[in-house]
């Protein structure tokens, strides 16, 4: 009797196989440190933009921080879908809607920015806890929190949408 698949030993399948997991970790990685790039993008062009405490609303300024929370997002967004293929039975999102709370950006968008930071570090975290040093352990923040990896992408990819739109054009 021939068999018609594959024989599950065949060195070729399995150097294939595992250059494939090694390409998968690698995009994993790069769009990782592009969404952290862009995030100190977001944190050096408000810093640029803040005298006196208080935030210039300039064209210029409008024009380069859109673009930088425009990227952003859609990075988080994309890391969120190449993480959600394969990991299907994970949370994409939650109840919780990111909302911008400054009240036209008199503290310069603060508040927001820390929550950007929080979010993209909690998400990283656990990426690199999940794909790069795996444990048979949980912790005990990922048990009380419920929050997954994507949900914390989408938190940034939804605040860094709502900031976008919040300064204008």
Same mark, same amino acid.
């Given at each position: 009797?021939?068999?018609?698949?594959?024989?599950?030993?065949?060195?070729?399948?399995?150097?294939?196989?595992?250059?494939?997991?090694?390409?998968?970790?690698?995009?994993?990685?790069?769009?990782?440190?592009?969404?952290?790039?862009?995030?100190? *993008?977001?944190?050096?062009?408000?810093?640029?933009?803040?005298?006196?405490?208080?935030?210039?609303?300039?064209?210029?300024?409008?024009?380069?921080?859109?673009?930088?929370?425009?990227?952003?997002?859609?990075?988080?967004?994309?890391?969120?879908?190449?993480?959600?293929?394969?990991?299907?039975?994970?949370?994409?999102?939650?109840?919780?809607?990111? /909302?911008?709370?400054?009240?036209?950006? /008199?503290?310069?968008? /603060?508040?927001?920015?820390?929550?950007?930071?929080? *979010?993209?570090?909690?998400?990283?975290?656990?990426? *690199?806890?999940?794909?790069?040093?795996?444990?048979?352990?949980?912790?005990?923040?990922?048990?009380?929190? /419920?929050?997954?990896?994507?949900?914390?992408?989408?938190?940034?990819?939804?605040?860094?949408?709502?900031?976008?739109?919040?300064?204008?054009?």
């Amino acid at each position: 009797m021939t068999s018609v698949g594959p024989r599950t030993n065949d060195p070729f399948v399995t150097q294939y196989v595992d250059r494939q997991i090694g390409y998968y970790l690698t995009r994993i990685r790069s769009a990782l440190v592009m969404l952290k790039v862009h995030c100190e *993008e977001v944190q050096e062009i408000r810093a640029n933009a803040m005298i006196d405490n208080s935030l210039q609303m300039t064209p210029e300024f409008r024009k380069k921080w859109r673009k930088a929370l425009g990227d952003l997002s859609r990075d988080a967004r994309g890391l969120k879908n190449l993480i959600g293929s394969i990991l299907l039975g994970l949370a994409r999102k939650d109840s919780k809607r990111p /909302r911008v709370r400054s009240w036209g950006g /008199r503290d310069g968008y /603060r508040p927001e920015v820390l929550y950007l930071n929080r *979010e993209l570090m909690l998400a990283e975290r656990r990426i *690199e806890d999940f794909f790069y040093q795996p444990t048979n352990t949980v912790s005990f923040e990922d048990l009380r929190d /419920r929050k997954t990896m994507l949900v914390h992408l989408y938190h940034v990819q939804e605040m860094a949408k709502r900031l976008r739109d919040a300064v204008g054009r």
